[in-house]
């Protein structure tokens, strides 16, 4: 890959992750930690639900 197309695909995956970032609400936003972390523990087989439980409430309480 050439530079200049890695310099554009860097500049689009930026503003497309700003752009994401302003259309979340604030509490939406202050949420998103939470919810990243309850999504990746889910897919740990057995106990991955369970584990996400606290993180989901602390989203839920957030939001």
Request: glycine share 4%.
């Amino acid at each position: 890959m050439s530079m200049l197309t890695r310099h554009a695909a860097r500049g689009l995956l930026a503003f497309s992750m700003i752009t994401a970032t302003l259309l979340l609400d604030g509490c939406a936003l202050a949420a998103l930690p939470c919810r990243v972390t309850s999504a990746t523990l889910k897919i740990v087989p057995v106990v991955g639900h369970a584990a996400a439980s606290p993180f989901d409430l602390c989203a839920n309480a957030i939001d």
